[in-house]
């Protein structure tokens, strides 16, 4: 059903049915006449709600004089009512005709350029380019495995060397640490034997700087 106003202002509020947008938004820009599509406006509607978020429109209906001043095409859409043009700043793009789509929209038109996208209830079609898509997921992670030693021939090289060196090491100072340890309390050589094997560590560590 299409109902016409000469100014949008003339709109009763009991016959607006559409809650996140008013009569002024819909209405043409240069004239403040107003022409309501019921169908296209249940789908604009129905769109915001599916969306969830504000549907900032820069050009509802256009009458007939208005949309020749700003060069409108002479079948515009516009002036049937059923077309509206939204600003993309906060949306996908891509989210947003999926949306639109959706909720009955057939017609859409691309203005990267000017930052907004063309939809109605017109036949279906579409014109210019579309939005390009944008990668922005990061490629999954295979799983990790936990790693061993013994799956790590290195490792196993490694600490093979590691355990060489500490027994070489330890015969350096062994003959010294054994005439130490025989004159300590059994404590005393716990205590001992752990400040050695400190100490051998250190030497290893020192060794391979």
Not at 25 to 33: H, L, M, P
Not at 74 to 98: C, L, Q, Y
Not at 164 to 178: C, F, I, K, R
């Amino acid at each position: 059903m299409k109902t016409h106003y000469e100014h949008y202002s003339r709109v009763p509020p009991k016959d607006w049915h559409w809650p996140s947008f008013s009569p002024s938004e819909i209405a043409c820009k240069g004239t403040g006449k107003l022409l309501i599509d019921t169908d296209a406006m249940d789908r604009l509607q129905a769109l915001r709600d599916r969306l969830g978020k504000p549907v900032i429109i820069t050009s509802a209906y256009r009458s007939p004089e208005h949309n020749k001043r700003v060069g409108g095409a002479k079948s515009s859409k516009h002036m049937d009512g059923i077309a509206f043009d939204v600003r993309m700043d906060n949306h996908d793009p891509h989210a947003f005709e999926a949306a639109a789509r959706a909720v009955g929209f057939t017609g859409f038109g691309y203005y990267i350029k000017s930052g907004f996208m063309h939809i109605d209830t017109g036949p279906e079609r579409s014109w210019g380019t579309p939005w390009p898509v944008t990668a922005t997921a990061w490629p999954t992670e295979p799983p990790r495995q936990a790693e061993s030693l013994k799956d790590d021939t290195e490792a196993q090289a490694a600490a093979g060397a590691g355990v060489a060196g500490l027994v070489a090491t330890g015969a350096e100072y062994l003959p010294a640490a054994e005439g130490i340890l025989g004159r300590l309390a059994p404590t005393a050589q716990l205590i001992a034997v752990s400040a050695g094997a400190l100490f051998i560590g250190y030497l290893l560590w020192k060794r391979t700087r």
